[in-house]
């Protein structure tokens, strides 16, 4: 990569974010408008990303980046192979049309600079994922698709149900974020490699560690919870809360797709292997079935799409697990096939609602005359998700059957789900499709008309290109699917399947998939009525279980917090000491120091003896004290007994430093105690006195016998040789003292003075409260 395409390459990351900044005012002067020249930032990206299709279609991987942190391998760097292109056409040529459609869908809502913001927010952090080669840069986009995604479902926050959808995902999405990290941090001490593009040629290691299983499990954690594998798949239609170009955008064809990127990124990786095989295509056919028997249930538009994206996304995980000959070839197809049709579908079901009023099924029907631009996009995004030739969705599913077929009971099991989950999903794409616009006209809340073009136009593209790319799937394959098959499994894969039926097993399974969806739509409401029965009796999900774990989590915190912040200082006091002693006293023990205690030290001299007997006796007064202000200034005494120790032992620095904080200490002291009732000192009976006392003894052993030990150790002069040395050569300063203090310490000593004026200005305003009051 040249120096001139890398800075290109890293300003169409950045374009998105930049774009932004500029969308909220940019609307304020144009209106709905603004989506026109908003739509040219991620069409630019489109076509610069698109000329490197022609190295990446020759198998070639364009590397690039900055260095960021280079003494700990940390960069700003890029992977552009047939996967993260194949991702980032999507991202970029789909969002081009989402912000158009954007543009008719939010006209005159007074947030729509705002939402415009949001979503090419999301549309730089989408991109900087699927293109990070950092691990690092992986999982901060990662967790700014969750952060943004979080803005856009709640943007209607006035809405309870919209901050619930948004939290909600957030808090999933976002909880296995760090199971990510924690995943790639151990793949980073298997192999210390921190760059996928290093990390490739390491499989055999990540295989063959000890830690595979774990960080399989936290990988998955990360993966699943962003694809919305069941259990973790409820906050996916729940997140249909959001607009309509929110569901297109992020639920259909990017944000909900990142964890199936991130296992068709590390396929190679940690792919080929028992656990793999068995764990992918497990909850993957798990979520199909889940998803697609949810989704007749359904009399939302968008939630029956909502649903089949869960499905489709099953669907996906189960293929890049499965592991047999054609399923990584039927992965990428369908990746492609789905996006398409998804966002075009969305879009239908936004339109249809936009300008009826409604998006319920039941309450919608002969909108075909009314709006036949939009039947069409409708039904021709239909053909191509019920798998009809010559659909690029049609190229999918057949390659499904194919990598999918078998004799044994595994194939035969996932064969079956394929066959269940597709055929319910034929039924609701025609549902979808077909009963709005078909039948009599029904009367709709808003009179029935077609939506403006920049309505209409997102939907039909994505319908239009199923249909090309499919008709021309010789030149798709060789530019788009075959890099990107070849990415996934890590080796070069050659796709050749073409819209003509092919007559074998795959074909005759795609019939079968045929006839249960239209049995499905031919008593479409017969299965919804069963299907609602069946949720209805089960009662629970794991919808209400996350509501049930919130509750229990805020139960517990409260609990929690009234066990450890009760609001006594005594107790917080008697706490925090209480660590310290433990903190103390239990190493030794543990590492078997207790036999080796420190010694007092011989031949003390009389005169620093009679200064510790001095503190002693200081000591007693305080104890002895009939009165608090009395034992304030005998506890003067200790902090004059250290200061003079330090004169004795040759620092007068030191030593002024303490008897000036001594006597401040004194002094203000005993000037706030004069605002309090100088009542005896203590009160309280024996048995109450004793466990404070024995955790004085305690903490004042644990010092001495810890200081003790320190001065018998060997001295280290690494750092007084420093800075004698360097005292008066940098720092031009003969008094080391001050140096350390002023220099070298110059940050922490600011902060320690900002620390005490910070307290100062809270004792006068108490000072003044409290004179107030009087």
């Known amino acids: 990569m040249t120096p001139d395409t890398m800075g290109l390459t890293f300003f169409a990351f950045c374009l998105p974010f930049l774009g932004a900044l500029v969308a ?23 076509f610069h990303f698109l000329g490197f299709n022609v190295e990446v279609a020759r198998g070639e991987v364009v590397t690039g980046g900055y260095a960021w942190v280079p003494a700990y391998n940390v960069s700003f760097s890029w992977l552009i192979d047939g996967l993260s292109l194949a991702f980032l056409l999507l991202i970029s040529g789909i969002g081009t049309l989402i912000v158009l459609y954007s543009g008719g869908y939010l006209k005159g809502h007074r947030h729509q600079g705002r939402f415009f913001s949001f979503i090419l927010m999301f549309m730089g952090s989408m991109l900087g994922l699927v293109a990070s080669d950092s691990f690092l840069m992986l999982f901060i986009f990662w967790e700014l698709t969750s952060i943004t995604s979080f803005l856009l479902i709640g943007f209607d926050h006035a809405r309870e149900a919209s901050r619930r959808a948004a939290l909600q995902a957030l808090i999933v999405t976002g909880g ?6 924690a995943g790639l941090l151990l793949i980073w001490n298997v192999t210390d490699v921190t760059q996928l593009s290093l990390l490739m040629s390491f499989g055999a290691e990540v295989r063959a560690s000890p830690f595979y299983l774990s960080i399989l499990f936290l990988i998955l954690g990360g993966a699943f919870t962003k694809s919305a594998q069941f259990p973790f798949h409820f906050w996916l239609p729940n997140a249909m809360e959001a607009p309509t170009p929110v569901s297109a955008y992020l639920h259909s064809a990017t944000m909900v797709k990142a964890g199936v990127y991130l296992l068709m990124r590390l396929n190679p990786v940690m792919g080929d292997t028992a656990a793999w095989e068995t764990i992918l295509p497990a909850f993957g056919g798990l979520t199909l079935l889940v998803g697609a028997v949810l989704a007749i249930r359904q009399t939302d538009l968008k939630l029956m799409l909502a649903y089949t994206t869960v499905a489709s996304l099953g669907l996906l995980v189960m293929l890049t697990g499965f592991g047999s000959e054609h399923a990584v070839a039927a992965a990428a197809l369908y990746l492609v096939a789905h996006s398409l049709f998804k966002g075009a579908l969305f879009m239908v079901a936004g339109l249809v609602d936009h300008e009826t009023g409604t998006r319920d099924i039941t309450k919608l029907g002969g909108l075909r005359r009314a709006m036949p631009v939009t039947f069409l996009a409708a039904v021709l995004a239909a053909l191509s998700m019920g798998g009809l030739p010559p659909f690029f969705g049609f190229l999918a599913k057949e390659e499904v059957y194919a990598a999918l077929a078998g004799g044994n009971i595994r194939a035969i099991a996932y064969t079956a789900a394929a066959i269940i989950g597709n055929g319910l999903m034929f039924a609701i794409a025609f549902a ?16 029935a008309h077609e939506g403006p073009v920049l309505l209409w136009i997102g939907p039909m593209l994505l319908a239009v290109k199923g249909l090309v790319i499919g008709l021309f799937s010789a030149t798709t394959h060789v530019l788009l699917t075959s890099p990107l098959a070849s990415a996934i499994a890590g080796k070069p894969e050659t796709i050749t399947i073409s819209a003509m039926p092919h007559f074998g097993v795959a074909f005759v399974l795609s019939l079968a998939t045929i006839a249960v969806g239209v049995l499905v739509f031919l008593s479409l409401d017969k299965v919804r009525t069963a299907v609602d029965g069946l949720v209805e009796d089960i009662g629970w999900g794991p919808d209400k279980g996350f509501d049930q774990a919130m509750r229990g989590l805020v139960r517990l915190s409260s609990a929690v917090s009234r066990l450890t912040q009760p609001g006594l200082m005594e107790i917080y006091m008697t706490a925090t000491f209480i660590v310290i002693a433990l903190a103390l006293l239990v190493p030794p023990f543990v590492y078997g120091e207790w036999p080796r205690l420190p010694v007092w030290p011989a031949n003390v001299p009389f005169h620093e003896l009679a200064v510790m007997v001095l503190a002693v ?41 303490q008897f000036m904080i001594e006597t401040l200490s004194v002094v203000i002291l005993a000037l706030v105690m004069t605002r309090l009732k100088l009542t005896p000192r203590d009160h309280r009976p024996l048995r109450e ?8 003894i305690a903490c004042g052993l644990g010092f001495s016998l810890y200081l003790l030990k320190v001065t018998q150790g060997r001295f280290d002069t690494a750092l007084t040789d420093f800075f004698n040395l360097y005292s008066k050569t940098i720092a031009h300063g003969a008094n080391v003292v001050n140096v350390i203090i002023v220099d070298f310490r110059g940050t922490d000593t ?7 004026m910070v307290t100062g200005l809270a004792i006068l305003s108490i000072v003044r409260i409290r004179k107030g009051r009087a």
Do not use: M, S, Y
């Open 750 to 756: 600011l902060g320690e003075i900002a620390v005490v």
């Open 432 to 447: 979808v499709a077909l009963k709005p616009f078909l039948g009599p006209p029904v009367e709709t809340p808003k009179h």
């Open 689 to 696: 006195k004793i466990p404070d006392a024995v955790i004085a």
């Open 24 to 46: 909220p005012a940019l609307t304020r002067v144009l209106g709905h408008n603004a989506a026109w020249p908003l739509a040219l930032i991620p069409l630019a990206i489109f």
């Open 617 to 657: 006796v200081g000591i007693g007064a305080v104890l002895a004290a009939e009165n608090r202000l009395t034992a304030i200034v005998a506890l003067g005494i200790q902090g004059f007994c250290v200061a003079v120790l330090f004169l004795l032992f040759g620092a007068p620095d030191l030593a002024f430093t």
């Open 176 to 181: 296995g974020g760090l199971f990510l990290l």
